[in-house]
């Protein structure tokens, strides 16, 4: 077992060192996993805590609106290695890291969610020249109302996956399943659901999905429940 903490200042000392560190509970010396002044969160071990994901925005500190990248420290005596950050095969140009990082039960394979990039700051508009419109339509899958207490509209964060055994990273979230969640020990496959199909039916009775099994390794998905009402568990 471990503990972690994590120092940073304003104004750092130049003999002294910053970052985040660990400590056996069965005592010993810290051990620094991520140096540097730096904002780190999402701090996770596995379920034996041998493995531990962070975040960190080290490479893009001083950025306006710095990008996270994902880290990894395997019990050993050196500082965590980076494993998804800009430029890693797999993550396309326009997406970056979001939300928060969770192990598979054994711990071989790590979840994470990306997102667009955020859009750049625009224009400022005069407060006479502002409209704010809510636009419907009726073949629309729910009704106005609905669209603006659910925030419907098209989901940003997609789930991915980095396969420590493999050392590659896989984004498998799309449009029609954004969110997804391990099912079994090893990681190898996730559940998904999509229920847009239905949405209409949610004015005069349940809310029902379809259910799709998702293979992380490759990304390959087979619908295994067709029009449920309920969740699986």
Same mark, same amino acid.
């Given at each position: 077992?471990? &503990?972690?903490? +994590?120092?940073?200042?304003?104004?750092?000392?130049?003999?002294?060192?910053?970052?985040?560190?660990?400590?056996?509970?069965?005592?010993?010396?810290?051990?620094?996993? +991520?140096?540097?002044?730096?904002?780190?969160?999402?701090?996770?071990?596995?379920?034996?805590?041998?493995?531990?994901?962070?975040?960190?925005?080290?490479?893009?500190?001083?950025?306006?609106?710095? /990008?996270?990248?994902?880290?990894?420290?395997?019990?050993? +005596?050196?500082?965590?290695?980076?494993?998804?950050?800009?430029?890693?095969?797999?993550?396309?140009?326009?997406?970056?890291?979001?939300?928060?990082?969770?192990?598979?039960?054994?711990?071989?394979?790590?979840?994470?969610?990306?997102?667009?990039?955020?859009?750049?700051?625009?224009?400022?508009?005069?407060?006479?020249?502002?409209?704010?419109?809510?636009?419907?339509?009726?073949?629309?899958?729910?009704?106005?109302?609905?669209?603006?207490?659910?925030?419907?509209?098209?989901?940003?964060?997609?789930?991915?996956?980095? +396969?420590?055994?493999?050392?590659?990273?896989?984004?498998?979230?799309?449009?029609?399943?954004?969110? &997804?969640?391990?099912?079994?020990?090893?990681?190898? /496959?996730?559940?998904?659901?999509?229920?847009?199909?239905?949405?209409?039916?949610?004015?005069?009775?349940?809310?029902?999905?379809?259910?799709?099994?998702?293979?992380?390794?490759?990304?390959?998905?087979?619908?295994?429940?067709?029009? &449920?009402?309920?969740?699986?568990?």
């Amino acid at each position: 077992k471990w &503990l972690w903490y +994590h120092t940073s200042v304003k104004k750092p000392a130049k003999d002294k060192q910053y970052g985040l560190f660990v400590v056996p509970l069965t005592g010993g010396e810290p051990i620094l996993v +991520h140096d540097g002044v730096v904002h780190v969160s999402n701090v996770t071990w596995d379920r034996d805590e041998k493995v531990l994901a962070i975040t960190s925005d080290k490479e893009d500190f001083a950025a306006e609106k710095p /990008r996270s990248d994902v880290y990894l420290w395997e019990g050993q +005596h050196e500082p965590a290695r980076c494993i998804v950050r800009a430029g890693t095969p797999g993550l396309p140009d326009d997406m970056r890291l979001s939300g928060g990082v969770s192990f598979s039960r054994d711990g071989s394979v790590l979840q994470l969610s990306v997102a667009p990039k955020p859009a750049e700051d625009p224009l400022p508009i005069l407060p006479e020249d502002k409209v704010t419109l809510d636009l419907w339509n009726w073949q629309d899958g729910q009704l106005q109302t609905q669209q603006q207490k659910g925030g419907a509209g098209r989901r940003e964060s997609r789930t991915a996956v980095f +396969h420590r055994d493999q050392n590659r990273f896989l984004v498998l979230g799309d449009d029609q399943l954004a969110s &997804l969640r391990f099912v079994g020990p090893d990681g190898a /496959r996730m559940l998904g659901s999509e229920g847009k199909a239905y949405d209409k039916e949610t004015s005069w009775d349940g809310r029902y999905q379809d259910i799709y099994l998702v293979n992380s390794l490759d990304g390959t998905r087979a619908k295994i429940l067709e029009k &449920l009402r309920g969740n699986v568990t």
